[in-house]
């Protein structure tokens, strides 16, 4: 899995460059489902790669969906720069966990039973998502992300009205992650939390830029929780 920070501009026209792509599923079918998580890949990687995340956390009655980036990147610069240097990519981005949600929604899961999952640069976008659009979800993971901007805005910025209600959040990072600052994981933990959401936060010392098994294990209680409720 690759960074969400620096990296070469893609080169994406139009002001939905991701609308056109994929969703990619695994799991129970969604139309038997009882519930959903909404996977987002990072930084040239893809869909199907971050799907196969499914076979470490799967449950039974659980579909997993995973919305495409155009060019395996749904940004082009670091999640740090000015938010207009990283559009359309970024709002395009958005609108595809957006319409993931809403196929869930569609065979008849609700957003509290959705958990939205990213890792590096679709955990950027996933945390964005969710404090933009706060309601009650199944669920946030952010692995190795954080929340969009060179300087984040208080919680009343991202959402006029509505709460997370108390939805459980886990930030996963590495303190020595080199594309995510420690410090912007605890700023979007503060935001989260200002928007009633119930967060978890873990640093790991020395792990770098990865996934390891502890966070794996959280994940998998998460998915659990969705279905045993």
Same mark, same amino acid.
């Given at each position: 899995?690759? !960074?969400?920070?620096?990296? !070469?501009?893609?080169?994406?026209?139009?002001?939905?460059?991701?609308?056109?792509?994929?969703?990619?599923?695994?799991?129970? @079918?969604?139309?038997?489902?009882? %519930?959903?998580?909404?996977?987002?890949?990072?930084?040239? +990687?893809? %869909? *199907?790669?971050?799907?196969?995340?499914?076979?470490?956390?799967?449950? =039974?009655?659980?579909? $997993?969906?995973?919305?495409?980036?155009?060019?395996?990147?749904?940004?082009?610069? /670091?999640?740090?720069?000015?938010?207009?240097?990283?559009?359309?990519?970024?709002? /395009?981005?958005?609108? +595809?966990? @957006?319409?993931?949600?809403?196929?869930?929604?569609?065979?008849?899961?609700?957003?509290? #039973?959705?958990?939205?999952?990213?890792?590096?640069?679709?955990?950027?976008?996933?945390?964005? $998502?969710?404090?933009?659009?706060? #309601?009650?979800?199944?669920?946030?993971? +952010?692995?190795?992300?954080?929340?969009?901007?060179?300087?984040?805005?208080?919680?009343?910025?991202?959402?006029? =009205?509505?709460?997370?209600?108390?939805?459980?959040? $886990?930030?996963?990072?590495?303190? /020595?992650?080199?594309?995510? !600052? @420690? @410090? #912007?994981?605890?700023?979007? +933990?503060?935001?989260?939390?200002?928007?009633?959401?119930?967060?978890?936060?873990?640093?790991?010392?020395?792990?770098?830029?990865?996934?390891? *098994?502890? =966070?794996?294990?959280?994940?998998? =209680?998460?998915?659990?929780?969705?279905?045993?409720?």
């Amino acid at each position: 899995m690759s !960074p969400p920070g620096r990296g !070469p501009n893609t080169g994406h026209q139009g002001d939905d460059p991701h609308g056109d792509q994929p969703l990619v599923t695994a799991g129970t @079918e969604l139309e038997d489902a009882e %519930a959903a998580v909404v996977l987002v890949h990072g930084r040239g +990687a893809t %869909a *199907r790669g971050i799907v196969g995340m499914a076979d470490e956390i799967h449950r =039974e009655g659980v579909a $997993f969906l995973a919305p495409q980036a155009a060019g395996n990147t749904w940004y082009p610069n /670091s999640f740090l720069a000015p938010v207009e240097r990283n559009e359309p990519g970024r709002t /395009s981005g958005l609108n +595809a966990i @957006e319409d993931a949600i809403g196929e869930a929604a569609d065979a008849g899961v609700p957003a509290e #039973r959705v958990l939205v999952l990213g890792f590096s640069q679709g955990a950027c976008l996933a945390s964005e $998502f969710v404090a933009r659009n706060p #309601r009650r979800y199944g669920g946030l993971t +952010a692995l190795s992300g954080g929340l969009i901007g060179e300087e984040l805005d208080g919680p009343g910025a991202y959402a006029s =009205e509505g709460t997370l209600e108390g939805t459980p959040a $886990f930030l996963g990072c590495s303190d /020595s992650d080199p594309h995510i !600052p @420690e @410090e #912007r994981v605890h700023e979007t +933990a503060a935001v989260l939390e200002e928007l009633d959401a119930d967060v978890t936060t873990r640093i790991y010392e020395g792990m770098g830029h990865g996934v390891n *098994r502890d =966070e794996l294990a959280h994940v998998s =209680e998460l998915v659990a929780d969705l279905v045993e409720r």
